[in-house]
């Protein structure tokens, strides 16, 4: 019998206590061991609610209980959760969390100090909701030098996206709904500005390389700027847009992008829709592999962080050490990454665009008044320049 | 330093020397252990290669060898891979293998033997090659119930169907074009007839559900009787045909096939082409979740191996525990098993069909002299003395 302690009784601390309770038998018939609750932390009651047997609103309840051998830290935001963290750490207690915010802001601290105590600080249901993707990182591809992470990180804009895309509505006619449907936040800005994304692909980043990504240093752009008519060209091409959180590595130098790239039918992230979630790896063994489930929701979120107690249950009085070092992992500018780029122009004077951006290929009579193209190879800072050269742009979407 | 072993110098035993070799930085740097391969066992040799340092064609050396902790089983078939594996985890060196055929069949022995000498018996390159899903099963979703698998788990068969699908061509032409590309062996018979698909499904039923499904009990079809006018069908469906190994735990039953399925463009597996592969899970908690990658291939397959190795490297002494009993599985007969059905007729008596088959969805015109329909949902048991009744079937493929 392993007993457990649960920090906050909101949507996913709910779903871990539910998750623990509804899946006692598969649990125990699994890894051998009974998982108990014993402490659910809130300052609110729950009236009718069997967490009322073991809520409590006092932290040191838990941290003076030797019993309490692992707390799962689904509170969210950095204050009080840090402290909560580090004291539960120092108790020697594990501690896992779905909290990214903090994981992406003191994640290799509180690494530190977990392996300083003989425990554990892990954190799969920060990036990906239900699917796992820390623990291979981890684990199964611990043999692999990764070159490339592409991931739909975020839900709500990848619902937006494809809604967009399969009726044909507005950017803002989409949100909402997604609101109303509360897939959408009523302050949406951290997802559909890419922030949420960002903080994911900066988590996940590090933990490729095992040095720290500040995310500050990651360029980010959100989608609010993708229209019908984008979604028009797509059509055109065989494409559809998504929003990337990007990362790789390429001679010797690191990358790190958000932003809506036009995808192919040829990437496999290309059919990930609605509120799903996908990461695609490439590996320099294994080649590219996909992980794809729900990015959120109360019961997945809860199922991975209840996966991670079963990993620290197996491993009392252990350390499972997760390479993620303090040291900055130095970010190049995105001026020097190379790409093709789609572009819509004012106007459809080919030979005109031909001159200033070299061969590339025109999609024209999708909109009046303007036609799109995509370029050869050319880096960030080179687009950048013919764009201005131009002077005719209305937008610009990456290739991927 | 950890010192390893590696049984046979085929494909992906070489694979494993090189993955090792090309990757010892990362690897020293993620888990903080250098790996080195001490021994390769070949009775061949293989000049100007640099494994040439470290072969022997004596297992003894290797097993009378305290320094070797760790055994890559790469030989395949069961003998004397069995005999092999059986001592080197009774000297208390774990296993790490490929080899699905042993798995499969002698999975839970080897296991109990691992387990007893405090020591492990680790094949996640055993089904899906370069896809991480054996680890997952057992760590990320070992607080799931398991609801279902489907997976696409054979390479040469979905390279086949796509090709059919993507060009037109016969089975048999594309089957040719496979073998001339090394896609497909000589005698492909155990790819196309489905038995390897069945292999694989049996390992991950067995994982998913903790008793030993024998591979006999599964209902398996290969490919061989997909035709061109089954792709024009699914074509003006929006769907597509895929080879499925499928399991799954309806009230308290469980059932298993292999068989060509209709998957519509909904299905995250519908996407899956050419020689990938992909498992999707259905988890009582987490829903949906696929895995996505190289099903096959030397380096893919390899670094699975070393993926394994790793992880024993990490627990020298100690046994990591998989859950796989010896009891059987008992797998209920297919007859009970309820879905709906892709029917081709003679002629196009709609009358005379839904007299038959009840309310069906009609698609006419495909091919000549002949109709198809989608039937609703009824028993394989049912849906046989209904085709029987009819006495005008041409084929059917189980809808997904």
């Known amino acids: 019998m392993v007993k457990i302690a649960i920090l906050g009784y909101g949507t996913v601390g709910s779903?871990?206590?539910?998750?623990?309770?509804?899946?006692?038998?598969?649990i125990t018939n699994k890894i051998g061991e009974e998982i108990e609750v014993?402490?659910?932390?809130?300052?609110?009651?729950?009236?009718?609610?069997?967490?009322?047997?073991?809520?409590?609103?006092?932290?040191d309840d838990i941290i003076n209980d030797d019993e309490v051998k692992i707390v799962c830290e689904t509170m969210g935001g950095v204050k009080p959760a840090y402290e909560f963290t580090k004291r539960a750490l120092e108790s020697g207690k594990s501690v896992?969390?779905?909290?990214?915010?903090?994981?992406?802001?003191?994640?290799?601290?509180?690494?530190?100090?977990?392996?300083?105590n003989n425990c554990s600080y892990l954190f799969e249901a920060s990036v990906g909701g239900g699917i796992p993707i820390i623990r291979p990182l981890r684990t199964s591809l611990a043999?692999?030098?990764?070159?490339?992470?592409?991931?739909?990180?975020?839900?709500?804009?990848?619902?937006?996206?494809t809604k967009m895309e399969t009726e044909g509505l507005a950017f803002e006619d989409v949100l909402k709904r997604a609101q109303e449907?509360?897939?959408?936040?009523?302050?949406?800005?951290?997802?559909?500005?890419?922030?949420?994304?960002?903080?994911?692909?900066?988590i996940l980043t590090s933990l490729a390389y095992g040095k720290n990504v500040d995310y500050a240093d990651i360029l980010t752009e959100g989608i609010t700027a993708v229209t019908g008519t984008d979604f028009a060209y797509a059509k055109k091409m065989g494409a559809t847009i998504k929003l990337f959180a990007k990362s790789l590595k390429k001679d010797g130098k690191y990358y790190a992008l958000v932003a809506p790239f036009m995808v192919t039918s040829e990437n496999p992230l290309y059919a990930v829709n609605g509120?799903?979630?996908?990461?695609?790896?490439?590996?320099?063994?294994?080649?590219?592999t996909m992980y794809y489930g729900k990015g959120a929701g109360k019961l997945a979120t809860a199922s991975a962080v209840v996966a991670d107690v079963l990993d620290c249950a197996k491993h009392i009085g252990k350390n499972l050490d997760t390479k993620w070092d303090e040291e900055k992992l130095e970010i190049s500018p995105v001026d020097s990454a190379v790409r093709r780029f789609f572009v819509r122009v004012l106007g459809n004077d080919l030979a005109g665009i031909q001159k200033i951006f070299g061969e590339v290929e025109l999609y024209d009579g999708v909109a009046e008044g303007e036609c799109g193209f995509v370029t050869g190879e050319m880096s960030e800072a080179e687009y950048r320049q013919r764009a201005a050269e131009a002077g005719n742009v209305i937008t610009m979407i990456r290739m991927d």
Chains 1, 2 share one sequence.
């Open 15 to 26: 779903g871990v206590f539910e998750v623990v309770r509804r899946n006692r038998n598969a």
């Open 143 to 161: 043999q692999e030098e990764i070159l490339s992470i592409t991931g739909i990180l975020n839900g709500t804009t990848n619902y937006i996206l």
């Open 275 to 288: 509120v799903f979630n996908a990461i695609l790896l490439n590996c320099n063994m294994g080649g590219e």
């Open 181 to 202: 449907k509360g897939y959408a936040e009523r302050n949406p800005d951290a997802d559909i500005l890419g922030f949420d994304a960002c903080r994911k692909i900066a």
């Open 96 to 116: 896992c969390t779905s909290n990214k915010e903090l994981v992406e802001k003191h994640g290799p601290k509180l690494l530190k100090i977990a392996k300083a």
């Open 38 to 59: 014993k402490y659910v932390l809130d300052l609110k009651t729950f009236e009718d609610d069997p967490v009322m047997e073991v809520l409590t609103s006092n932290y």
